[in-house]
């Protein structure tokens, strides 16, 4: 690992540590030839084969994104062995950073749900799936525009998984009842888990806690507890996007539609579900065995909805990561332009058009 003034590839000299994930530390970073600052993601030494991979399939997948709510990626090289990447600098703070002060107002919470929104419904349009939406990836800047980060769990549709377990990797707090079972994953697992972060920001608490099997396995128990104050078309969007079944759920697009005639108080009008991005078409007999296995494992610790839900195959072994709990927070904030927004029932059918795509602002 280089030093703490070390110039990598002969161009990008190093400063101080902005974030350290499972297997990468993130840099503060400037550019010796643009002359500009930026942050370079670097593996950690002790990182096996797998961890590598993951890391090339990071920076190959979000090289061939493009959009205002996903960081550019400017370059990539190694450091002997190590591999890195020279990313945008995201100068701000991490939504984990902002919830420890405690949760956001409904108004705020539409609007970074709105840019979320409309970030990920960019990377499903192009074909992947992030599988790790949770709040210590999501970046924002000074400017208060609203980063999706951390694409090293990303897969694109139809692609070979890169490691046995590879399906069940995620945080375990947000990751969506199908990947607990080892079910089929598609897109609707980033909409579950933002419906989840959104409502964290709303409650200030997480909804799933405890050890990283009791948070995976407490979803397959209950839902999640959608607060009766928040306006009735939030709480209808957030029941709909933590739906347990994948189907139920609406696109991202859809999501980002939904939170910006919330958040500007118009119609909502009918909420749509559709068909999305599939990541692994195909089925092995043995896949099937295993998904039967962990099934009745699953239903002889208690869990009802795995026993009543046709349980998808599974491919590999629950591998899930945990994040420290979040605080306890004050009661939601609701605001009065929003509560307008929510008298009477809308026919609005123009949900199909892709919202607008601009920077959102936040002031967290
Ligand atoms: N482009 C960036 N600009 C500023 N900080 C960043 C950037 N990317 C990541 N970070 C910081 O580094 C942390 C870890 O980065 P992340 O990509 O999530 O790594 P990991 O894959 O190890 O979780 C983030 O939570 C954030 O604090
Ligand atoms: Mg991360």
Redesign the pocket.
């Given at each position: 690992m280089p030093g703490y003034y070390d110039l990598v590839a002969d161009r990008y000299r190093l400063a101080g540590i902005?974030?350290?994930?499972?297997?990468?530390e993130?840099r503060?970073a400037w550019d010796t030839v643009l002359r500009r600052p930026v942050?370079i993601?670097l593996l950690l030494s002790g990182c096996d084969e797998a961890d590598r991979r993951r890391f090339d399939n990071?920076i190959h997948t979000l090289a061939g994104l493009s959009h205002p709510g996903l960081?550019s990626v400017y370059d990539a090289g190694t450091i002997g062995p190590m591999p890195f990447v020279v990313?945008?600098?995201?100068?701000?703070s991490?939504l984990?950073d902002r919830l420890a002060y405690g949760p956001l107002p409904v108004i705020m919470v539409c609007e970074l749900g709105r840019s979320l929104s409309e970030a990920l419904g960019h990377v499903h349009t192009h074909g992947v799936v992030h599988r790790d939406v949770k709040p210590?990836?999501i970046?924002r800047d000074r400017d208060g525009t609203v980063?999706l980060?951390?694409f090293?769990l990303a897969r694109a549709a139809g692609t070979t998984r890169l490691t046995r377990s590879d399906q069940f990797v995620g945080t375990a707090a947000y990751l969506a009842p199908e990947q607990v079972r080892g079910g089929e994953i598609t897109s609707a697992v980033d909409v579950y888990a933002l419906g989840l972060v959104l409502l964290e920001c709303l409650t200030g608490v997480r909804e799933y806690d405890g050890s990283a099997i009791e948070a995976a396995v407490a979803r397959l128990h209950r839902r999640p507890l959608v607060p009766d104050h928040l306006p009735f078309e939030l709480r209808r969007l957030l029941t709909l996007m933590t739906s347990p079944h994948p189907r139920q759920r609406p696109s991202a697009y859809e999501c980002a539609r939904i939170l910006q005639a919330i958040g500007r108080s118009e119609a909502v009008g009918p909420i749509t579900t559709k068909a999305r991005v599939r990541q692994h078409p195909w089925r092995s007999r043995t896949q099937a065995l295993l998904a039967a296995a962990l099934a009745s494992l699953l239903v002889a610790a208690g869990s009802t909805d795995a026993a009543h839900d046709a349980a998808p195959p599974v491919s590999g072994e629950l591998l899930v990561t945990q994040q420290p709990r979040g605080p306890r927070a004050d009661p939601v904030e609701s605001s009065d332009s929003l509560a307008k927004a929510h008298k009477g029932v809308h026919k609005n059918k123009g949900g199909k058009g892709k919202p607008n795509r601009g920077k959102g602002k936040h002031g967290w």
């Open positions: 902005l974030g350290v994930g499972g297997v990468a993130v503060r942050a993601k990071e960081v990313l945008q600098l995201v100068d701000g991490t984990r210590s990836n970046l980063y980060a951390d090293g």
